[in-house]
């Protein structure tokens, strides 16, 4: 069989060969390697898997040329997608592994499994007359069990509380969407907020209908929150920033060995061209992040607050291979408009891989004064005339510091053994009715609910209950005990409402975005005197 296979797979090499323009070399060095994996399939002392072998040296190859080409295998490629689309195709819940059973933390809105009448609570027990619970059910098995092609079916037994026997659903599964806006929402009378988490193809389609959205209550000042974006499409970055930007301004161009220099400009009438614009970052914001705020900087549109980006200035283009995988080459490097090249280097990649940790050991996270960067890296902007930074990450106009008090050991056992997460889950379960009666919206709840004396025992004994190793610590709760309560209520909040309650309610001590509202509030802004 494997011999055949060799004979296959030399055949396509010389058709490929006779179809396609190959440098010499190239034809050279394809044929080296299929010598190599044939000669192991064939004499190597033990056997071998050669498709395994040559997965692995795909990753290696693409390895040496730089961080951020990758290779996804065939049997990934549908999760890594989904993200980038913006959709995947499944039942529409939102799930929780819990005491080895799936729980529905929430049906996503218009939905199958909501259309159908599945609740938040229902314990999922078996797929397709398969039982699920107590088989040490994982995250990748329950994806596997309920994605699957668009208007195929499967069948879900579900146990509910208030109901003495198995509810039976048979669930077409459909296109779920996957949102990249997690909040919109107005902090005063004229300042909105909007929190990204990436850049999809939904993206823009979304930010315009919450900048809409905020308008019509009054909007007159944004902070677009970018901390944590990962990135995603150019296109979505490009077609955002034209959000902001007027005329035809450069947004973002770029150019590599096959690709001639690409100009992106603004071309339509955004949404959001006039009005005091501020963009938060961290330095987990990357990419797409990076385009879309070094764009609004070198234009002088508004002000980037936070901490230095994470510093990604490679493009990379999906291509798909004969086997339905995927690899996703670097082809140019992308350059902001006052011709900035913000990717950090890259040549040790050990190093690069632990750049943001060094980042903190330096100092960088609590002083700006730790960032030292050399005059050639100094650059104007395009209307002011300010001086802006490139290579290694966007920096920010004004830096905020992490804010480290309220940290403790117990507060991370906490959070690292999924304890408030979890609590918070059954805890809305087992008062769904309750709470909603108490508090019939969310600003209700947001103003008035507490987590009491009574309730926080009832967190504290819970825990135990889960791991009596973990002690209670008077001395850490009087450090955490405003962050750990304030966690609860957030979790409470997006159990009972969606991800926007939940931000409004984490978002007080969002350090970066406070200090975002006292710019806007007070006279540092107007003092920039920038182009709105």
């Not at 950090?344 to 891989?353: A, G, L, W």
Request: glycine share 8%; charged share 25%.
């Amino acid at each position: 069989m494997t011999r055949l296979l060799s004979l296959l797979t030399i055949n396509f090499l010389l058709i490929s060969v006779a179809t396609a323009q190959f440098h010499p070399s190239e034809v050279s060095t394809s044929f080296k390697f299929k010598e190599v994996i044939d000669k192991v399939s064939r004499y190597y002392v033990d056997e071998t898997d050669s498709e395994a072998l040559t997965e692995t040296a795909i990753v290696s190859l693409l390895e040496e040329l730089d961080p951020h080409s990758t290779y996804i295998p065939a049997d990934e490629l549908q999760a890594a997608q989904t993200t980038i689309n913006g959709s995947f195709v499944g039942v529409g819940i939102r799930f929780q592994i819990m005491k080895d059973t799936l729980n529905v933390v929430a049906t996503i809105s218009g939905g199958p499994a909501e259309k159908l009448g599945i609740l938040p609570g229902d314990k999922i027990v078996s797929v397709d007359g398969n039982s699920i619970a107590g088989v040490g059910l994982k995250n990748s098995d329950v994806r596997e069990k309920l994605m699957g092609e668009l208007g195929s079916k499967v069948k879900v037994e579900v146990k509910r509380k208030w109901v003495n026997k198995k509810l039976t659903f048979n669930i077409t599964r459909d296109k779920i969407p996957v949102f990249s806006v997690d909040s919109r929402y107005m902090i005063d009378d004229e300042i909105g907020y909007i929190k990204l988490n990436s850049f999809s193809r939904t993206t823009v389609y979304e930010v315009r209908s919450a900048i809409r959205e905020l308008k019509g209550q009054g909007m007159k000042s944004l902070i677009f929150d970018l901390q944590g974006n990962g990135g995603g499409l150019l296109d979505a970055a490009h077609k955002l920033a034209d959000e902001f930007l007027s005329d035809e301004k450069l947004i973002v161009y770029s150019e590599g060995k096959a690709q001639p220099r690409n100009n992106l400009r603004a071309g339509i009438r955004g949404n959001f061209e006039k009005g005091k614009l501020i963009v938060l970052t961290d330095e987990y914001s990357a990419s797409a992040s990076e385009i879309l705020s070094g764009a609004i900087q070198d234009w002088d549109r508004g002000l980037v607050v936070g901490r230095r980006t994470f510093g990604k200035g490679l493009v990379q283009r999906p291509m798909g291979l004969s086997d339905g995988s995927e690899i996703r080459l670097t082809i140019a490097r992308y350059f902001t408009p006052t011709g900035r090249f913000i990717q950090k280097p890259y040549d040790d990649v050990e190093s690069y891989r632990k750049d943001i940790s060094e980042r903190y050991l330096n100092g960088e996270f609590v002083s700006a004064d730790s960032i030292k960067m050399p005059d050639s890296l100094k650059f104007k902007t395009l209307v002011k005339n300010r001086t802006v930074f490139g290579g290694g990450g966007i920096m920010p106009d004004f830096f905020v510091p992490l804010d480290t008090t309220g940290t403790s050991d117990y507060f991370s056992e906490l959070i690292r053994g999924g304890f408030l997460n979890t609590f918070s889950y059954e805890y809305t379960n087992n008062n769904r009715k309750k709470l909603l009666n108490k508090y019939p919206d969310f600003s209700d709840f947001n103003t008035s609910f507490d987590c009491d004396e009574p309730f926080m025992d009832s967190f504290f004994k819970y825990v135990k209950e889960q791991d009596s190793t973990l002690k209670y610590s008077e001395e850490d709760f009087n450090e955490s005990g405003e962050f750990i309560k304030l966690r609860l209520k957030a979790f409470l909040a997006r159990n009972l409402w969606d991800t926007s309650e939940f931000y409004q309610v984490y978002n007080s001590t969002n350090e970066i975005l406070v200090r975002a509202i006292d710019i806007l509030k007070s006279e540092e802004y107007n003092k920039i005197d920038l182009d709105n």
